[in-house]
Every structure is written in C-alpha cells, then in structure tokens.
C-alpha cells in the first residue's frame, strides 16, 4: 500500500464531521512533547482526548491493559484497535476479551483475512506489513491522531522515541507510556489491578504472534524473544 505522507502541519485526508481538529505544525508537536516529558500519562490523554475526540483511537497488542486503563479513565468512549492477525497466542484473544468485558471498550478488530498458505513460512519479512500495517492503515482512515503503549526502555531501537511526533500517514502519534519504566508499569499494574496477559507470567513480556514469539530469559531485552534468529526487532506498526 502506497501512503502519501501530508505536508507540516496537515493530513493527508482531513477527517470528516464538525469535532475542530487542530492542524499542528511539527514545531507544536515538539514543543507540547518536550512539555509532556513531566506530566503524567492521564495528562497526556486527556490532552489527546480533548484535542482529537473521536479522530482518536488507540492501538492495543494486549500484553497488559494500562494504557487502555489510563485511556478509558480519560476518555471512556475512546476507540481501542486490536489486530487479529490469525496467528496470536489462546491466552491473547483470552486477554482481549477480559479487557473488552472489564471496560465496556469501545473495541475494533481488525481481522485479517486467512491465507492459502501461513504467510510467517512463506514471506516472514514482509508477513508483519502486509498483516499488521495494512490493517492499522485500514483502523486509521479518517482518524488525526493514535496512541501506543511503545515505551523507550523497551529495546534500543525504541529508545528515543519521542511523546508526539508525526506518523507516514501525516497523523499525529501519541505515546503516553515513553518515558516510563518497567517498574513504573509493574507498580501501576498491582496498584490498579490491571488485567495483564497470562504469558507475561511465563516469560513472555513482549507478545506478539505465536509462531514469531519466545520467551525470554531473565535480564535480556524485553523485545529479544520477538523474531528471534531473524535480524528483526520491530513489525513496522511504529515506523510507519
């Protein structure tokens, strides 16, 4: 799929309906992230929520549900996007449908259409483009900004990313959860009872599809059991 990145300060179609979506340079976009590098992530939220209302949507892989706990505080009727690859974990679409249940989510999926053949075997490098990206693309259309729960400490290619910044498609893209720290996550999580993916309990605390999935032995990057062997560290969803 072709996409057409739109120029500073727009979007490459302007989403239809009367809610004012403002039109932010990249220069704003900067100066409100470097501002959000203090505030809290309820904060941050609650901005977006405020700014982009139903032009929001937020993009959940399901290995814990505090962004969506910090969103639906925020914004309870915000759209929460999971894309059914056809290749996740039991314990995945199990967590998907607890979290659905918990908060009464205003939840899209998107499903992907099956294959003659398992795409992971036949085109592994491109499976997670043509699976994943094109259906976030689809999820997208119409909307101005998205958040993730992509966090710096991750894995070191994630480790500059920024709070706001400005997506391929001319979105605006909020991670609300960058600066924070495992740990941050771990006490957020027992203080809020948060519903967390049974796998992360068996050494999987990054998850993704099962045939692309490992554990993870103690101490190692959280991201390292993801395509192992393969020279691959992200499926493109935040680089696009």
Known sequence: MSLTVAPEGGFAEPPPGPFPVPRLTDGELAELGAGFETAEAGEIIAWAAATFGPHLALAASMTDAVLIDL??????A????????GYHFPETLETVEAVRRHYGLNL???TVAPHDEALWQAD??????A???????????GKAAWMSGLRRDEAPTRANAPILARDLRGL???????????EQVDTYIAEHDVI????????????????????????????SGRWAGRGKT?????LS
């Not at 592994?124 to 483009?129: L, R």
């Not at 992200?234 to 935040?238: D, I, K, Q, R, S």
């Open 71 to 76: 969103a639906v505080a925020a914004a309870p």
């Open 196 to 223: 967390v993916n049974p796998l992360v309990a068996r050494g999987y605390p990054s998850i993704g599809c099962m045939p692309c999935t490992q554990p993870v032995a103690e101490g190692e990057d959280p991201r």
């Open 234 to 238: 992200e499926c493109g969803l935040h």
């Open 108 to 110: 899209r999926i998107m």
């Open 131 to 141: 699976v994943k990206v094109g259906q976030l693309d689809r999820a997208l259309a």
């Open 172 to 182: 605006v893209k909020v991670n609300p959860l960058a600066n924070w720290t495992a």
């Open 124 to 129: 592994p490098e491109n499976c997670c483009s």
């Open 78 to 85: 915000v759209e929460v996007v999971f894309i059914d690859t």
